[in-house]
């Protein structure tokens, strides 16, 4: 098996433009413990180690969602709260804007949650005519944005791509926003009154015993300093912004026991918040330009979880087994296999590569066999 897990590890670190791979693979038993890595964690050669954190970018979201939930099972909100019961008017007023209307005030926390709310994404959404927020930053220099400042974008600059959607509709319409997961965040912080990392030391990463999981300090004070990102032939090199998404650094180790603990019932109380993560809606095809690069159909979401399958008209023979957790935009993913009771991880920490653990990853699970 590990001769398996090895050839995998450096056919991902051979893929184009990769300059460093991590992978991790473990069995619900523990029988299976694997972790490897390869490649240079910096452009100065540095070595890629095992305890060498990188980005997890939007597999945070994974987390966001936990720790709603774990306040859910507290007695402390509802995911069925609408969300200006919980932030102020002056922060999100005619912040949801369709056709002329305003729908701000029938969003719910569930909304965002499952992507149903219909908000734009205020990093890739363009602006008629113009290019997306990210972008623009891109081309000027780095630069922090705070959740008021995200706001005032969206409400200023960019419609609404459809009506938050009714709750139990058949078939609701679904679109990827990091905007939804940005204001979740703003709840956490209001709600308890506390800055959001902390509210994941609390809730999350001391319960589960995760010390090397830790939000991006836009200072660049990381002690052991992380693996680089990588656009392309480029490092990215635009720490503000980057910590402006808020999400986290972590290592192979402490994903796959968050994920054990997420799935097996050490992080949430009543099984019944899991099953609520795994309702699940499909993505639609993409659109326009923007929707190109976010998660899309075959890809389904639940409250803050992925759900992917190869669909079977492409695997007629013999399917690939489902998985569930999420990825993220550098080439990150974190899953959980229900058929091979298996937690998988790792990264590329490749922009250019955000869609490949969906190439990587069917594959993976067939050598598993």
Not at 13 to 34: I, M, N, P, T
Not at 71 to 92: F, K, M, R, Y
Not at 346 to 364: E, H, I, K, N, S
Request: proline residues 8%; hydrophobic residues 40%.
């Amino acid at each position: 098996m590990s001769a398996i897990l090895e050839e995998a590890l450096q056919q991902l670190a051979a893929e184009r433009l990769v300059k460093h791979a991590v992978l991790g693979v473990e069995s619900v038993d523990g029988q299976l413990s694997w972790i490897g890595v390869a490649g240079s964690a910096q452009p100065d050669g540095t070595p890629m180690g095992a305890q060498t954190p990188y980005f997890i970018a939007s597999i945070t979201k994974l987390y966001i969602a936990a720790a709603l939930l774990k306040l859910q099972e507290q007695g402390v909100l509802s995911t069925g709260d609408l969300l200006c019961a919980h932030l102020p008017h002056s922060l999100i007023g005619q912040l949801h804007h369709y056709r002329g209307m305003d729908f701000t005030g029938e969003l719910t926390l569930q909304h965002l949650l499952s992507h149903t709310s219909g908000l734009p994404d205020w990093i890739v959404d363009r602006p008629r005519g113009r290019s997306s927020l990210l972008e623009g930053i891109a081309a000027e220099s780095d630069r922090s944005i705070d959740l008021a400042q995200m706001l005032e974008y969206v409400r200023s600059e960019l419609e609404a791509h459809f009506p938050p959607q009714s709750p139990g509709k058949a078939k609701p319409r679904v679109r990827y926003s990091d905007t939804n997961f940005q204001l979740l965040i703003g709840v956490l912080e209001h709600r308890l009154e506390m800055p959001f990392g902390q509210v994941l030391r609390n809730l999350i990463l001391e319960p589960l015993g995760l010390e090397n999981t830790v939000l991006c300090d836009p200072a660049g004070g990381h002690e052991p300093m992380p693996a680089t990102v990588w656009a392309g032939a480029t490092p990215l090199r635009i720490p503000r912004l980057m910590a402006s998404f808020r999400d986290l650094y972590s290592t192979a180790r402490d994903q796959l026991d968050f994920l054990r603990g997420l799935t097996q019932g050490q992080l949430l109380s009543d099984e019944l918040s899991l099953r609520q993560m795994q309702r699940w809606n499909s993505f639609g095809v993409p659109r326009d330009l923007a929707s190109l690069q976010l998660p899309g159909w075959p890809i389904q979401y639940g409250a803050g979880m992925m759900r992917f399958q190869v669909p079977r008209i492409l695997t007629p023979f013999k399917p690939v087994p489902a998985v569930i957790g999420h990825t993220g935009a550098s080439g990150s993913w974190l899953f959980f296999c229900p058929e091979k009771q298996l937690f998988l991880c790792g990264t590329v920490d490749q922009v250019a590569a955000a869609p490949l653990p969906f190439r990587f990853l069917p594959r993976l699970l067939r050598a598993l066999e």
